[in-house]
Nanobody, 130 residues
Framework: QVQLSESGGDFVQVGGSLRLSCTAT????????MGWYRQSPGKGREMVAT???????TYADSVKGRFTISRDYAKNTMYLQMNRLKPEDTATYFC????????????????????????WGQGTQVTVSP
């Protein structure tokens, strides 16, 4: 029962900053690629930023230079630092991750992967007022 949980969404004025967090819990062997996506009313989900296990990052053109994605491997947590926020950034932000769940091998006592699965968080609301 691996789960992702986002936090940090809030109301903020134009030009303000927020830091979103996404924490994975459960029987996690390792977390591979992760990303932040957002959805506004009447729009589908769009990629905001992604980060691989080797820390390679990508950003949507609309947030490039303003948002920074990062991760803490020890805490199974991903962050999105959002600066110079604009009204168009208003959306529900979702955490996404490819995660290998694990089991303990009875013979060796070592953790083994059950295979990679893609997970989504429940979303956190970011509202930027003019």
């Amino acid at each position: 029962q691996v789960q992702l949980s986002e936090s940090g969404g809030d109301f903020v004025q134009v030009g303000g900053s927020l830091r979103l967090s996404c924490t994975a819990t459960g029987r996690i062997f390792k977390i591979d690629d992760m990303g932040w996506y957002r959805q506004s009313p009447g729009k589908g989900r769009e990629m905001v930023a992604t980060i691989t296990r080797d820390d390679s990052t990508t950003y949507a053109d609309s947030v490039k230079g303003r948002f920074t994605i990062s991760r803490d491997y020890a805490k199974n947590t991903m962050y999105l630092q959002m600066n110079r926020l604009k009204p168009e950034d208003t959306a529900t932000y979702f955490c996404n991750a490819d995660i290998d769940a694990y089991y303990i091998n009875d013979e060796t006592g070592l953790p083994r992967s059950h295979g990679r699965t893609n997970y989504w968080g429940q979303g956190t609301q970011v509202t930027v007022s003019p």
